[in-house]
């Protein structure tokens, strides 16, 4: 039972333009939301992360919106550099620190 | 600061055999997970410590796969005997409490082929 899901697999965005990232989430107990991003033969490094309290987390160029109602969050990323070609995964979290993973979006920022 | 330490880094073996990773967490963080990755799927949670004592194990396949945590520091995960199926990139973290919640610091991972 998949209770984080990114629906898209794959992503391309000229560089300087928005990437946005997008979770859906099922468990109402969710409350606290991460976005990892992952290259190529190395372990997830954090990103962001929001809690329910909040619908908006800025840092730098990436800002995450938390839709708690439509259990949706999204990622956006501006401007895109080339540098943010990775895999992102979105990660929830409730009660007993138990972190479920979307499958993750491969993002691709084309120069 | 250093990070979460994982070896080996890869490894190959045959169906039957048995295979042991390895993990050093980030020094002063309580809680270490295990989690699977399979190629083109999200990391699935193994097994979460507390300091030395067992939080989560409901999806580690205890016929097979067994975690320890000696002295609520190192970890090892073995898989005894393997699968094809068990291929796959195993990540270990550990957490420390952030502003709102925990946050996870991954390894590098071990990248396990399954022959």
């Known amino acids: 039972d998949q209770q984080v899901k990114q629906n898209s697999p794959s992503l391309s965005v000229q560089e300087g333009r928005i990437s946005i990232l997008n979770c859906d989430y099922t468990?109402?107990?969710?409350?606290?939301f991460l976005w990892y991003k992952k290259y190529p033969a190395e372990g997830p490094t954090f990103l962001i992360s929001?809690?329910?309290?909040?619908d908006k987390n800025e840092d730098g160029r990436f800002t995450v919106f938390l839709n708690k109602s439509a259990k949706h969050l999204s990622l956006h990323i501006v401007p895109s550099q080339p540098g943010d070609s990775a895999v992102y995964f979105c990660?929830?979290?409730?009660?007993?620190?138990?972190?479920?993973f979307g499958t993750g979006t491969s993002l691709t920022v084309i120069p | 600061e250093a990070g979460v330490a994982q070896s080996p880094r890869y490894k190959i073996i045959e169906k039957r055999q048995s295979v042991a990773f390895w993990c050093n967490p980030i020094?002063?963080?309580?809680?270490l997970y295990w989690y699977q990755q399979i190629l083109g799927q999200g990391p699935k949670l193994l097994i979460q410590?507390?300091?030395?004592?067992?939080?989560?194990d409901s999806q580690l396949p205890k016929d097979r796969f067994s975690a320890e945590r000696l002295k609520g520091v190192d970890s090892t995960l073995k898989i005894q005997p393997a699968k094809l199926e068990d291929s796959a990139v195993y990540l270990c973290?550990?957490?420390?409490?952030?502003?709102?919640?925990?946050?996870?610091?991954f390894g590098s991972g071990t990248q396990l082929s399954v022959l």
């Open positions: 468990n109402s107990m969710f409350d606290y």
């Open positions: 929001i809690s329910s309290i909040k």
């Open positions: 410590f507390q300091n030395n004592g067992v939080v989560d």
């Open positions: 973290a550990s957490s420390i409490l952030g502003r709102y919640g925990e946050k996870l610091f």
């Open positions: 990660a929830a979290s409730g009660t007993g620190n138990q972190f479920y």
């Open positions: 020094s002063g963080h309580a809680t």
